[in-house]
């Protein structure tokens, strides 16, 4: 079963700032997705990396693919309280259904 | 448009009570799944279908029962609720497998006493 880590677990960070969240696996993925949960509510889709070294912009958030499709990450710029949420990464695993990381459960602070 | 909706949104039961959680997507998505989540634990799969009359299990499957009799509903069912099913509960769709987007209703929360 191919694993998703994501790093890191809890992150709480005042209006503003940047940050960067992870998504790492030892196994290739032929794509990567990004969700954001907010509190009370079901994931939503956010972006879909198909191609190593791929960077997509979605307004102050960047998403880019590792070049070996193995890692993904999420940067934000200028987080704001909106960004409050929790961030999964979840990729497809042969037949089964999409694997999910655990998470990053952002807090951003006014 | 509903789009993928779930009922009942919060739910108290008893500990080896039956319970129904009901899910109902408008798209006609071939893929529907149920999943849990707890803290520390993330988002886990109980079961999953592909399409109607078929279904398998996922990673958490012991405890619950599913059917999917029609394409739009995926019940899950809690034969004997034990405290440990205590957890939030979302039901998802996906038109087919692959990069395709993965709709999540609004969840269930759901207390075992």
């Known amino acids: 079963t191919q694993l998703l880590e994501q790093s890191p677990q809890f992150l709480s960070i005042q209006e503003g700032e940047n940050l960067t969240v992870y998504c790492n696996s030892s196994?290739?993925?032929?794509?990567l997705q990004w969700y954001r949960q907010e509190p009370g509510e079901g994931p939503v889709l956010l972006v879909t990396?198909?191609?190593?070294?791929e960077v997509k912009k979605l307004k102050r958030l960047t998403f880019q693919f590792g070049d070996a499709r193995k890692d993904s990450s999420l940067h934000i710029t200028a987080a704001q309280p909106g960004d409050t949420g929790l961030y999964l990464c979840?990729?497809?695993?042969?037949?089964?259904?999409?694997?999910f990381g655990k998470g990053t459960r952002l807090s951003v602070i006014a | 448009d509903a789009g993928i909706t779930q009922s009942p949104r919060y739910k108290i039961t008893e500990t080896g009570r039956q319970v129904t959680l009901m899910c109902h997507q408008t798209?006609?998505?071939?893929?529907m799944f149920w999943y849990r989540q707890d803290l520390g634990h993330g988002l886990r799969l109980i079961y999953y279908?592909?399409?109607?009359?078929?279904?398998d299990k996922g990673e958490v499957p012991d405890g619950y029962v599913v059917s999917r009799s029609k394409t739009e509903n995926f019940p899950l069912t809690l034969e004997s609720a034990t405290r440990s099913q205590t957890s939030v509960y979302f039901c998802?769709?996906?038109?087919?497998?692959?990069?395709?987007?993965?709709?999540f209703g609004p969840g269930t929360r759901l207390l075992v006493l």
């Open positions: 998802a769709s996906r038109r087919r497998a692959g990069q395709e987007t993965q709709y």
């Open positions: 196994s290739v993925f032929s794509s």
């Open positions: 990396v198909v191609t190593g070294g």
């Open positions: 979840a990729g497809p695993s042969g037949n089964t259904p999409l694997v």
């Open positions: 798209w006609s998505h071939s893929y």
């Open positions: 279908s592909a399409a109607a009359d078929i279904t």
